[in-house]
């Protein structure tokens, strides 16, 4: 039985893997800096520790003989809020510096690190966004994730032992969390939700329980390291517009829907001086909605990644 060494095991993301894994009878050990629901749970184990304690994290691989390791603290919906603070920023390269090369020494078989798709440069063409497009971090998140990235693959370079697999997520929901869904249809300066025309423009999100299928089936593999890489992992297809509007009807998370015009609002967005308040707030603000590429309808190719796992949920079977 496999032993796995979940970090940010307390956030959003990580509770739910945590909770796939042993569904799977793997043996978990989480770690966070915050207390866990999950403690108490057979095959699972909580030890209460910073990310970047280095001693603590060595301890419980060794102690523990963890062979696979999924990073999670660091991320945006996991352990960090929407927008960055210097700190934070300063934990992750610290995190940076340890972690992968510990992994490497202590002989670990695998290594999933969870990025994010704002590591791509915009999309300049209606082609899905495949792993080997173009990288331009534009945002403080972005920059922090693929700086990690890159130190992930020196680290791993040289390492025959360990298989290091980079998951690259959209925006996450599920049933209960819907705050990256809710930022795509909703002003905060309105007061209110709205859409383009009948809301059939979409936006790319990762079901949290599809990165859950996909972290299974990475570590289900069977001595075959081929499936080392990058990896886009996010729904098979982008959720429209009028789709998360009808989800958060559903839900009773939303009140009065307005109809807005498209040209209108990028037409006020490019007008001088605005445009560049907007760059400074999306460079900060992991939700921002760039108006400018609202209903550009950009996605993101996952075949690679369902050759690791089949990715069947959607908005409307999400739990």
Request: aromatic share 10%; net charge positive; proline share 3%.
């Amino acid at each position: 039985m496999r032993n796995v060494l979940v970090t940010g095991a307390s956030g959003l993301i990580g509770k739910e893997v945590c909770d796939g894994l042993l569904a799977k009878n793997f043996n978990v050990v989480g770690t966070d800096n915050k207390a866990n629901t999950l403690e108490g749970k057979p095959n699972f184990k909580f030890v209460r520790a910073s990310i970047d304690n280095r001693d603590a994290v060595a301890r419980i691989i060794t102690e523990n003989k963890i062979d696979a390791i999924v990073h999670l603290a660091c991320t945006v919906d996991n352990d960090y809020p929407p927008i960055l603070s210097a700190d934070e920023e300063r934990e992750s390269a610290a995190v940076d510096k340890y972690i992968y090369k510990l992994a490497v020494s202590e002989n670990v078989k695998d290594f999933i690190l969870v990025s994010t798709h704002q590591v791509y440069a915009p999309q300049k063409t209606r082609e899905p966004i495949r792993e080997v497009s173009l990288e331009k971090a534009t945002t403080l998140y972005a920059k922090m994730k693929l700086d990690a990235e890159k130190a992930f693959q020196a680290a791993l370079k040289k390492a025959s032992a360990t298989n290091g697999v980079i998951a690259r997520i959209c925006p996450v929901y599920t049933k209960e969390f819907t705050d990256n869904l809710h930022s795509k249809i909703y002003d905060p300066k309105e007061g209110c939700a709205y859409i383009y025309g009948y809301g059939d423009y979409g936006y790319s999100f990762t079901c949290v329980y599809n990165l859950v299928d996909f972290v299974i089936g990475v570590l289900s593999q069977k001595n075959n390291g081929n499936y080392q890489g990058i990896y886009n992992v996010c729904d098979t297809k982008p959720i429209q517009a009028k789709e998360i509007v009808e989800f958060e009807r559903a839900a009773r998370k939303l009140g009065a829907v307005i109809q807005r015009n498209y040209s209108a609002d990028t037409v006020k967005s490019s007008v001088f001086g605005f445009s560049i308040v907007n760059n400074k707030i999306a460079k900060y603000d992991y939700r921002y909605n760039d108006l400018s590429v609202a209903c550009s309808n950009i996605s993101y190719d996952n075949t690679k990644a369902q050759r690791i796992s089949t990715f069947r949920w959607k908005l409307s079977n999400t739990k």
